[in-house]
């Protein structure tokens, strides 16, 4: 069974930062790339960052230059590290393999308000 545990998100004032980790579990431990996603209130889930096994990294234009995406493949655990954060930010975010598998976790609530 897969297991997808997201950590790390909290409230913070706009231009803080906040590090989400995720760890996972199960055959989608073998898949070649994991990404981060997030769903605002009212809106689609959007994929926000990927990386390969190999660390080949992609972005939504949104977070560039702000957010890094990286990973422990021996850990099964993959990080997201959010800098200069703004009130769009806000948003309930998730980790998956990219394509995402049929399954999501919990995920982890990131608030940005002052």
């Known amino acids: 069974q897969v297991q997808l545990v997201e950590s790390g998100g909290g409230l913070v004032q706009p231009g803080w930062a906040l590090r989400l980790s995720c760890a996972f579990s199960?055959?989608?431990?073998?898949?070649?790339?994991m990404g981060w996603y997030r769903q605002a209130p009212g809106k689609q889930r959007e994929l926000v960052a990927s990386?390969?096994?190999?660390?080949?990294?992609d972005y939504a234009d949104s977070v560039k230059g702000r957010f890094t995406i990286s990973r422990d493949n021996a850990k099964n655990t993959v990080f997201l590290q959010m800098n200069s954060l703004k009130s769009e930010a806000t948003a309930r975010y998730y980790c998956?393999?990219?394509?995402?598998?049929?399954?999501w976790g919990q995920g982890t609530q990131v608030t940005v308000s002052s």
């Open positions: 990386i390969t096994r190999s660390g080949i990294t």
């Open positions: 998956n393999s990219r394509p995402a598998y049929d399954y």
């Open positions: 199960g055959s989608i431990f073998r898949t070649y790339a």
